[in-house]
């Protein structure tokens, strides 16, 4: 009676050992089951217009193909970037897009993930690395010297010599080169001098340092502003001291600044396409994950904005 109560026991743990083994396959299978692929998306901040711009292009993209999208917003702190990257593999993704917030600081994790097997997308910022398998976003050397050739044709139509005082974010590598190409535009151009960087990426630093640029030097005739905010700091800067003499020209153009292009606080600016950015994405990394072999860099085209265009672009 006993050898057939221990027959009966040793059953019953090999039948519930089997339903677990089931249950862990099972789980294990989950992820996929619905048969959507995941992107892991580390983005610089969602505290400006431009990356929440690029953000809702890839949520659209996403969406469209069917896939599941993982955004995370390290606010541009790099250890937060790079801890979302060790995530997203510990997740293993099936791909990862990436908008560096320090272009060489993320290259060995992201090395780590391509070793992993992960396709690696990098937009908006350049990082220079084999690993990565296409670059999405906007020739910033280019577009600058874009601005400066605009500005170059203005100040020769003038006939007068003039300064350009520049307020920029000395530690972005894509602000350094879109100020490296007006300069590019302008070499040898003796109507023009650039006075030295002055410090300002948010709003609130680029204005106090315009108000002391103008403070300094009132006369100064235009004021190349790197990035969305610090040209609007700068316009906020100029509105403050009722000042039309002085006039911006910058980069990434929101409804605000497109008011300022209106009303003669600024004389151009060069528009990117933040949403078409995001889509193209995601479109490169779904590429990417089916095997496809893609150019190392995707270019996406820009629009200069000036008085002539604004309202085509910008509605009232």
């Known amino acids: 009676m006993k050898k057939v109560f221990l027959l009966i026991v040793a059953a019953m743990v090999m039948i ?19 048969g959507k692929l995941t992107i892991g998306v580390t983005t610089a901040t969602l505290r400006h217009q431009f990356f929440i711009d690029i953000d809702n292009g890839m949520k659209k993209a ?19 970037q790079v801890s979302s990257i060790e995530d997203y593999m510990q997740k ?39 690993s990565v398998d296409t670059f999405i976003g906007t020739e910033n050397y ?23 005082a520049v307020v920029t ?8 080169q879109r100020l490296e190409g007006l300069k590019e535009a302008l070499k040898g151009f003796d109507k023009v001098k650039i006075l030295n960087s002055q410090p300002g990426y948010d709003r609130q630093k680029s204005m106090a340092t315009v108000e002391n640029i103008l ?33 911006i020209i910058g980069f990434d ?19 990117q396409q933040p949403s078409k950015i995001g889509e193209e ?9 089916n095997g496809k072999k893609l150019d190392k860099n995707i270019s996406v085209p820009v629009i200069l904005i000036d008085k002539e265009n604004v309202d085509e672009h910008f509605k009232k």
Not at 256 to 271: F, K
């Open 169 to 176: 974010h000395e530690q972005s590598f894509v602000q350094k």
């Open 215 to 247: 403070q300094a030097n009132p006369h100064v005739d235009y004021i190349y502003a790197t990035a969305e905010n610090s040209v609007l700091g700068a316009l906020a800067a100029l509105e403050s001291a009722n000042n039309k003499h002085t006039k």
């Open 142 to 164: 280019e577009a600058g010297k874009q601005l400066g050739e605009y500005l170059k044709n203005k100040v020769e139509a003038d006939g007068k010599e003039v300064e350009v």
């Open 253 to 271: 153009v929101t409804d605000e600044a497109a008011e300022g292009v209106r009303e003669d606080y600024i004389l151009a600016m060069i528009q």
């Open 281 to 289: 994405s995601i479109k490169a990394a779904l590429e990417a994950i």
């Open 62 to 80: 996403a969406e469209e193909a069917g896939v599941e999208l993982l955004v995370n917003d390290p606010n541009l702190d790099l250890a937060k």
């Open 16 to 34: 519930l050992a089997a339903c677990s083994s089931s249950n862990v396959e099972k789980s294990g299978s989950d992820k996929k089951e619905d």
């Open 92 to 130: 293993k993704v099936d791909a990862l897009v990436v908008l560096a917030v320090d272009n060489a600081g993320v290259i060995p994790v992201i090395e780590e993930a391509k070793d992993k097997g992960i396709p690696i997308i990098t937009a908006d910022a350049v990082v220079e690395s084999e």
